[in-house]
């Protein structure tokens, strides 16, 4: 059986591993890693087949891909919007750091041949999730962000957005689930920062850099602890034949009355 949740740790060539087609969680049928970059160095990426999404978490850097080039700049995931190079198979792309710099690399298989594009801030704003905005308490509101997914990409085998909770707030609520399998990147706003994410009937503690591997079909709400800002990409692949949709939220019925309920 696959696991859940990941504590990951960046190596000395600062890569950091979350999920592979064999590691121990295969199930979300994705390679995703997080790499660090000196100011100054670079890295390359490409693929025979598979489609490859490079997201800029933090630094400054040039993307250069089919003869173009693109600069983008990111103080960090709390206050400035993504920038994100998404591409099919055997596309080149080449990050140069111009600073210290954080990355996310989202790839997963498909023979497609659909092209590279730059997503700005401007193309993926963050917006109140209208769900969930002010009820249940007011403590469930979160800005998200949708970078590309099947409308917007329906070519691609994959979904790529963002969450902010706000501090103390739960996302993903009321908890939800879809076939698809989605795999959930965590950063706090601070280094102590901390709270719960729910995969089904288990419960892990959330803590900077950490990630949920959640299956197909599983429950997965989150929490960020009072005081705490929460950031999460999440990640989501498409089965085949069935794509996710903005409309396949599937709220469990346990939970739906909330919706008319007062408080």
């Given amino acids: 059986m696959s696991k859940l949740f990941g504590y990951p ?26 790499y660090q970059l000196a100011k100054g160095q670079s890295r390359s990426f490409m693929s ?29 995931v709390f206050s400035e919007g993504p920038w994100a190079l998404h591409a099919s198979k055997n596309i080149k792309i080449t990050i140069n750091a111009n600073d210290n710099t954080e990355i996310l690399v989202q790839k997963t298989k498909n023979n497609k041949d659909f092209g590279a594009k730059i997503y700005t801030p401007k193309d993926a704003p963050w917006a109140y999730a209208k769900s969930s905005h002010h009820k249940f308490g007011n403590v469930a509101n979160r800005r998200v962000n949708t970078i590309f997914d099947h409308d917007i990409s329906p070519e691609s085998n994959m979904v790529l957005g963002e969450v902010l909770n706000d501090r103390g707030n739960w996302s993903g609520y009321l908890p939800h689930r879809h076939p698809q399998p989605e795999c959930y990147f965590f950063k706090f706003d601070r280094p102590e920062g901390f709270g719960a994410s729910f995969v089904g009937d288990s419960v892990f503690k959330s803590v900077n850099n950490s990630f949920s591997a959640i299956p197909g079909g599983e429950l997965h709400p989150q929490s960020a602890a009072p005081g705490y800002q929460l950031y999460t990409c999440w990640m989501i692949r498409h089965i085949d034949n069935n794509p996710w949709l903005q409309t396949d939220r599937n709220e469990d019925e346990s939970f739906l009355w909330l919706h008319d309920a007062e408080f």
Avoid at 51 to 74: C, D, K, P, V
């Fill in 9 to 34: 740790k960046f190596d000395s060539a600062g890569e950091m591993i979350l999920t592979t087609y064999d590691n121990e969680y295969s199930a979300m049928n994705m390679d995703i890693r997080v």
């Fill in 48 to 76: 025979d087949f598979e489609e490859t999404a490079i997201l800029l978490l933090s630094g400054n850097i040039l993307y250069e891909f089919e003869n173009t080039s693109q600069h983008a700049t990111r103080k960090d």
